[in-house]
Protein backbone atom coordinates (compact mmCIF):
# COMPACT_ATOMS: atom_id res chain seq x y z
CA UNK A 1 0.00 0.00 0.00
CA UNK A 2 1.33 3.55 -0.68
CA UNK A 3 2.54 5.61 2.14
CA UNK A 4 3.58 9.27 2.30
CA UNK A 5 6.52 9.80 5.09
CA UNK A 6 6.96 13.87 5.35
CA UNK A 7 10.37 15.41 5.25
CA UNK A 8 10.10 18.72 6.24
CA UNK A 9 6.51 20.76 8.16
CA UNK A 10 6.96 23.25 5.02
CA UNK A 11 7.75 20.89 2.14
CA UNK A 12 8.99 17.24 0.50
CA UNK A 13 7.48 13.78 1.44
CA UNK A 14 8.65 10.36 0.80
CA UNK A 15 6.48 8.11 -1.49
CA UNK A 16 7.10 4.29 -0.24
CA UNK A 17 5.72 1.39 -2.35
CA UNK A 18 5.17 2.54 -5.84
CA UNK A 19 7.19 0.71 -8.36
CA UNK A 20 7.77 3.45 -10.96
CA UNK A 21 8.81 0.81 -13.83
CA UNK A 22 5.10 -0.61 -13.63
CA UNK A 23 2.16 1.04 -15.30
CA UNK A 24 0.30 3.71 -12.74
CA UNK A 25 -2.62 2.95 -11.64
CA UNK A 26 -5.27 5.43 -11.14
CA UNK A 27 -5.58 4.70 -7.19
CA UNK A 28 -1.72 5.69 -7.46
CA UNK A 29 -1.66 8.78 -9.93
CA UNK A 30 -4.34 10.07 -7.36
CA UNK A 31 -2.39 9.17 -4.58
CA UNK A 32 0.51 11.23 -6.03
CA UNK A 33 -1.37 14.22 -7.23
CA UNK A 34 -2.54 14.72 -3.30
CA UNK A 35 0.68 13.97 -2.29
CA UNK A 36 2.02 16.59 -4.58
CA UNK A 37 -0.79 19.62 -3.14
CA UNK A 38 0.20 18.78 0.41
CA UNK A 39 3.86 18.67 -0.31
CA UNK A 40 4.84 20.06 -3.43
CA UNK A 41 7.68 17.54 -4.14
CA UNK A 42 7.61 14.39 -3.62
CA UNK A 43 10.80 12.10 -3.77
CA UNK A 44 10.98 8.14 -4.67
CA UNK A 45 13.94 5.67 -3.92
CA UNK A 46 15.56 3.01 -5.59
CA UNK A 47 13.27 3.82 -9.24
CA UNK A 48 16.28 2.71 -11.48
CA UNK A 49 14.09 3.11 -14.47
CA UNK A 50 14.39 3.21 -17.95
CA UNK A 51 13.86 6.47 -20.17
CA UNK A 52 11.06 5.62 -21.66
CA UNK A 53 9.39 4.17 -18.26
CA UNK A 54 10.36 7.93 -17.03
CA UNK A 55 8.71 9.53 -20.02
CA UNK A 56 5.96 6.79 -19.25
CA UNK A 57 5.57 7.75 -15.85
CA UNK A 58 5.36 11.96 -16.51
CA UNK A 59 3.14 11.35 -19.18
CA UNK A 60 0.63 10.65 -16.58
CA UNK A 61 0.42 14.06 -15.93
CA UNK A 62 0.14 15.91 -19.15
CA UNK A 63 1.79 16.63 -21.77
CA UNK A 64 5.66 16.53 -22.05
CA UNK A 65 7.70 19.82 -22.87
CA UNK A 66 10.50 19.73 -25.24
CA UNK A 67 13.39 22.05 -24.17
CA UNK A 68 15.02 24.45 -26.80
CA UNK A 69 18.30 24.28 -25.16
CA UNK A 70 19.87 21.46 -23.43
CA UNK A 71 20.53 18.35 -25.14
CA UNK A 72 18.18 15.24 -24.66
CA UNK A 73 18.58 11.63 -24.43
CA UNK A 74 18.73 9.96 -27.61
CA UNK A 75 15.36 9.09 -28.77
CA UNK A 76 13.79 10.82 -26.32
CA UNK A 77 13.61 14.42 -27.26
CA UNK A 78 11.14 14.97 -24.01
CA UNK A 79 13.93 13.70 -21.60
CA UNK A 80 16.61 16.84 -21.08
CA UNK A 81 19.81 15.77 -19.96
CA UNK A 82 21.60 17.64 -17.14
CA UNK A 83 25.59 16.50 -17.60
CA UNK A 84 28.32 17.60 -15.79
CA UNK A 85 30.32 16.70 -19.08
CA UNK A 86 27.87 17.89 -21.99
CA UNK A 87 26.03 21.04 -20.14
CA UNK A 88 27.43 24.36 -18.54
CA UNK A 89 25.05 24.28 -15.16
CA UNK A 90 25.62 27.12 -13.71
CA UNK A 91 22.58 28.37 -14.03
CA UNK A 92 20.57 25.97 -12.35
CA UNK A 93 22.78 27.19 -8.91
CA UNK A 94 20.29 29.66 -8.43
CA UNK A 95 16.70 29.66 -7.24
CA UNK A 96 14.29 29.11 -9.92
CA UNK A 97 10.99 27.99 -11.14
CA UNK A 98 11.71 26.07 -14.89
CA UNK A 99 10.36 27.81 -18.06
CA UNK A 100 8.62 30.84 -16.31
CA UNK A 101 9.82 32.57 -19.59
CA UNK A 102 6.95 30.66 -21.57
CA UNK A 103 3.31 32.00 -21.72
CA UNK A 104 2.23 28.95 -19.80
CA UNK A 105 4.84 27.60 -17.41
CA UNK A 106 5.06 24.13 -16.75
CA UNK A 107 3.12 22.06 -14.32
CA UNK A 108 5.62 20.16 -12.92
CA UNK A 109 8.73 18.44 -13.75
CA UNK A 110 10.16 14.68 -12.71
CA UNK A 111 13.93 14.16 -12.41
CA UNK A 112 16.01 11.09 -12.20
CA UNK A 113 19.61 10.86 -10.36
CA UNK A 114 21.49 8.82 -12.91
CA UNK A 115 24.70 9.34 -11.59
CA UNK A 116 25.81 11.46 -8.64
CA UNK A 117 28.79 12.24 -6.83
CA UNK A 118 29.69 10.53 -2.84
CA UNK A 119 28.74 13.67 -1.71
CA UNK A 120 27.98 17.42 -3.34
CA UNK A 121 25.40 18.40 -6.03
CA UNK A 122 22.32 18.05 -3.26
CA UNK A 123 19.10 20.27 -4.27
CA UNK A 124 17.22 22.84 -2.36
CA UNK A 125 13.30 23.44 -2.84
CA UNK A 126 11.38 26.04 -1.31
CA UNK A 127 7.31 26.25 -1.08
CA UNK A 128 6.28 29.84 -2.46
CA UNK A 129 2.65 28.88 -1.13
CA UNK A 130 4.27 29.28 1.99
CA UNK A 131 6.32 32.30 1.29
CA UNK A 132 3.09 34.07 0.10
CA UNK A 133 1.77 33.04 3.54
CA UNK A 134 4.18 34.48 5.67
CA UNK A 135 3.65 37.93 3.90
CA UNK A 136 1.83 40.78 5.71
CA UNK A 137 -1.58 41.27 4.45
CA UNK A 138 -0.75 44.74 3.35
CA UNK A 139 2.00 43.24 1.26
CA UNK A 140 0.00 40.70 -0.11
CA UNK A 141 -2.07 43.08 -1.56
CA UNK A 142 -0.04 45.41 -3.38
CA UNK A 143 1.58 42.43 -4.90
CA UNK A 144 -1.26 41.02 -6.18
CA UNK A 145 -1.75 44.54 -8.28
CA UNK A 146 1.66 43.92 -10.13
CA UNK A 147 2.95 41.82 -12.83
CA UNK A 148 6.72 41.14 -13.69
CA UNK A 149 8.88 40.44 -16.66
CA UNK A 150 10.48 36.97 -17.40
CA UNK A 151 12.84 36.72 -19.71
CA UNK A 152 14.59 33.37 -21.11
CA UNK A 153 17.59 35.50 -21.58
CA UNK A 154 18.05 35.96 -17.85
CA UNK A 155 19.34 32.81 -17.21
CA UNK A 156 20.83 31.62 -20.79
CA UNK A 157 23.54 34.60 -21.61
CA UNK A 158 25.21 34.19 -25.34
CA UNK A 159 28.69 34.30 -23.52
CA UNK A 160 27.57 30.92 -22.33
CA UNK A 161 25.21 29.21 -24.69
CA UNK A 162 25.95 30.87 -27.95
CA UNK A 163 30.17 29.88 -27.81
CA UNK A 164 29.79 28.16 -31.37
CA UNK A 165 28.26 29.19 -34.46
CA UNK A 166 25.41 25.92 -34.15
CA UNK A 167 25.14 27.16 -30.81
CA UNK A 168 24.26 30.69 -31.60
CA UNK A 169 21.73 29.90 -33.86
CA UNK A 170 20.42 27.88 -31.85
CA UNK A 171 20.00 30.51 -28.72
CA UNK A 172 19.08 33.51 -31.46
CA UNK A 173 15.88 30.62 -32.96
CA UNK A 174 14.99 30.63 -28.96
CA UNK A 175 14.88 34.30 -27.63
CA UNK A 176 12.95 34.95 -31.05
CA UNK A 177 10.25 32.02 -29.96
CA UNK A 178 10.54 33.19 -26.80
CA UNK A 179 10.23 36.93 -26.06
CA UNK A 180 10.08 38.23 -22.41
CA UNK A 181 6.76 37.21 -21.09
CA UNK A 182 4.72 39.40 -18.48
CA UNK A 183 2.95 36.69 -15.03
CA UNK A 184 1.17 37.86 -12.74
CA UNK A 185 3.12 38.59 -9.60
CA UNK A 186 0.61 36.12 -7.18
CA UNK A 187 -0.76 33.71 -9.23
CA UNK A 188 -3.87 30.74 -8.07
CA UNK A 189 -3.34 27.29 -7.57
CA UNK A 190 -6.54 26.16 -9.45
CA UNK A 191 -6.92 22.99 -7.36
CA UNK A 192 -7.09 24.63 -4.13
CA UNK A 193 -7.25 28.25 -4.68
CA UNK A 194 -4.33 28.82 -2.43
CA UNK A 195 -2.13 31.61 -4.09
CA UNK A 196 1.46 31.55 -4.15
CA UNK A 197 4.75 33.96 -5.11
CA UNK A 198 5.79 33.86 -9.05
CA UNK A 199 8.75 35.82 -9.38
CA UNK A 200 12.09 34.10 -9.86
CA UNK A 201 15.90 35.12 -9.97
CA UNK A 202 16.48 32.81 -12.71
CA UNK A 203 14.05 34.67 -14.70
CA UNK A 204 12.37 37.73 -13.26
CA UNK A 205 13.88 40.93 -14.65
CA UNK A 206 11.58 43.28 -13.29
CA UNK A 207 7.82 44.24 -11.60
CA UNK A 208 6.00 46.18 -14.79
CA UNK A 209 4.46 48.64 -12.52
CA UNK A 210 7.23 50.05 -10.34
CA UNK A 211 10.47 52.11 -11.25
CA UNK A 212 13.76 50.41 -12.47
CA UNK A 213 14.92 51.02 -8.73
CA UNK A 214 11.28 50.26 -6.95
CA UNK A 215 11.30 46.91 -9.09
CA UNK A 216 14.91 46.00 -8.14
CA UNK A 217 14.43 46.54 -3.92
CA UNK A 218 11.21 44.47 -4.01
CA UNK A 219 12.53 41.84 -6.33
CA UNK A 220 15.59 41.31 -4.13
CA UNK A 221 13.39 41.32 -1.01
CA UNK A 222 10.86 38.42 -2.66
CA UNK A 223 14.01 36.68 -3.83
CA UNK A 224 15.34 36.30 -0.05
CA UNK A 225 12.17 35.77 1.46
CA UNK A 226 11.74 32.88 -0.68
CA UNK A 227 14.87 31.19 0.43
CA UNK A 228 14.40 31.19 3.99
CA UNK A 229 15.19 27.92 5.66
CA UNK A 230 11.59 27.32 7.19
CA UNK A 231 9.94 27.19 3.52
CA UNK A 232 12.69 24.53 2.48
CA UNK A 233 13.97 21.00 1.71
CA UNK A 234 17.74 20.14 1.02
CA UNK A 235 18.08 16.82 -1.26
CA UNK A 236 20.77 14.79 -0.90
CA UNK A 237 20.94 12.60 -3.91
CA UNK A 238 21.16 9.00 -4.38
CA UNK A 239 21.77 6.96 -8.02
CA UNK A 240 18.13 5.94 -8.93
CA UNK A 241 16.41 8.54 -6.54
CA UNK A 242 13.08 10.39 -8.89
CA UNK A 243 12.04 13.72 -7.37
CA UNK A 244 8.82 14.77 -8.46
CA UNK A 245 7.74 18.69 -8.09
CA UNK A 246 4.54 20.86 -8.34
CA UNK A 247 6.44 23.83 -10.62
CA UNK A 248 3.95 26.27 -9.67
CA UNK A 249 4.30 25.85 -5.96
CA UNK A 250 8.21 25.62 -5.21
CA UNK A 251 11.22 26.53 -6.43
CA UNK A 252 15.01 25.21 -6.60
CA UNK A 253 18.42 25.49 -6.45
CA UNK A 254 20.80 22.85 -7.36
CA UNK A 255 23.98 23.01 -5.57
CA UNK A 256 27.13 23.94 -7.50
CA UNK A 257 29.49 22.79 -4.73
CA UNK A 258 31.52 19.64 -5.86
CA UNK A 259 34.69 19.78 -8.38
CA UNK A 260 34.87 20.11 -12.52
CA UNK A 261 35.95 16.90 -12.26
CA UNK A 262 32.90 15.52 -10.76
CA UNK A 263 30.64 13.24 -13.15
CA UNK A 264 26.96 14.05 -12.18
CA UNK A 265 23.74 12.98 -14.72
CA UNK A 266 20.80 13.84 -14.29
CA UNK A 267 17.58 13.32 -16.57
CA UNK A 268 14.56 15.48 -16.69
CA UNK A 269 11.17 15.02 -18.12
CA UNK A 270 9.09 18.52 -17.81
CA UNK A 271 5.16 18.44 -17.79
CA UNK A 272 2.85 20.83 -18.97
CA UNK A 273 -1.35 21.05 -18.63
Do not use: C
Amino acid sequence: MSATQPLTPAVGALINHIDLSLPLSTKDKAFIEEALLNHKVVFFRNQNISPQQQVDFASNFGNLHIHPIYPHVPNHPELIVLDTQLNDLRDNALWHSDVSFSKNPPYGAVLQAKKVPEYGGDTFWSNVEKAYDELSPALQSFLETLTATHDFSKSFPTSRFGETDENLDKLERTKRENPPITHPVIRTIPETGKKVLYVNEGFTTRINELSEKESQLLLDYLFQHITKPEFTIRWHWQAGDIAFWDNRTTQHYAVYDYDKSVHRIMNRATILK
